[in-house]
C-alpha cells in the first residue's frame, strides 16, 4: 500500500544536506517507486544552497494537505516531504486524525514520519548559533540554554501523534549517527544502501567559529537580521570549516539537564537503545581571547560587504538621476 512519507527534522539534525541529497536523489528514488514531491525547493540547481526543503506549510493549515495529495490521488507511488519546519507544524496540532484522513482520501494507506533527535546541550548550542546566523541574535549563550525546551516539544510531538491509528513513527537521534545519516533515511524509506546520492560537501548549512559567530553578532547589533551578508555566504562558500562548540559554564548546561529531565524520559522511552539522549554536558573552550580568521574568511565576508556596498551605491546613483 502507498505511504506519504514525511521528514519532519528537527532543526539542526542535518536536515540541509538530507534535503541536497533528496533533491539530487530525485530519479533513483523515482526508480524505487518515491516521488520526492514539488515544493519551494524544486527548481534549486546548487546543492550546497541552504532551503526549508519541499514539505514547508503541509500541515499547517486545515485542507493544505489534501491540496497537495490531490494530484496524486490516481497514482501508485509512496510520496515523499521534506522540511523541518514540518516538526513545529506537528507539535501545534490540533487534529491529527484529518491528516490520516485526508491522505487515505488520496489513497494513501497511512503516514510514515522520521524525526531525528539531538543530544539536549549540543544542541542548545547548535541553536544558538542558529539564532545568530539566520536571526538577528545578539543574546549571551546563557539564554539560550535557559530557554530550551525541546525534549518537551519531542515529547508532545509523540503524544499528538502516537495514539492516532495511521501514524507510523521513527525516531533517531542525529549524535549517533550523524555519519550515517543517509544510511539511516535510506533504511526508513525502504530502498537499498546507495540509492541517496552524497552531496559533494558533508556540511550544508554548518555551524560556525567563535570568530565567525562575534562578527555576525556586532553586524545583528548594528543592522539587525542580516545573516545573508555574513554568515550564509561563510557557510556556503566555506563549508568544510571546522565549527567550535561553544558552551556555556557547566553550571548552566546542568541546570538545562535537569530541568529536562521528564521529557528526556518520555523520549528516550520511545528510542532505540543505542540513540537515547545522552548526557552531554562538557566544560567550556578556554579559549577566549583573540579572534582568528583565515584569509578565506576575510576573502568571503570581505566581498561579501563590498558587493551589498556596490549595489547600494548603484540604487543610490539611478534615484539621484531620476531626481
Known sequence: MRKLLLHIGHGKTGSSMLQSSFRLSRARLAGTGIIYGSGADENVTDELQITSGNGTGLVSQPGALAR????????????????ELLFSEFVKLNDPQRL???ARSAGFAGISILLFVRDPMGHASSLWQQGVKRGGKTDPIEVAYQAYKFPALVSKFLRTVQPVDGFEVTLRNYSACRKSL???TESWLGVPEGTLVAPKATRVNR??????LELQMAFNAHLGKCGDLIS??????????????IRPSVEVQQACWDRLQPPIRVVNAALPEDHRYRFDVKEPPSDEGNLEFTPEQVKVFVTSICERM?????MNQKLQRRG
Do not use: N, W, Y
Open 182 to 184: 543517509l544510511t539511516e
Open 100 to 102: 490520516i484522513a485526508d
Open 68 to 83: 497537495t495529495l490531490a494530484p496524486h490521488a490516481d497514482g501508485t507511488e509512496h510520496l515523499f516531504f521534506s522540511s
Open 207 to 212: 555551524s560556525m567559529t567563535r570568530a565567525e
Open 232 to 245: 550564509d555566504p561563510l557557510c556556503e562558500k566555506l563549508h568544510d570549516v571546522d565549527p567550535d562548540d
Open 310 to 314: 556596490r549595489r547600494m551605491r548603484e
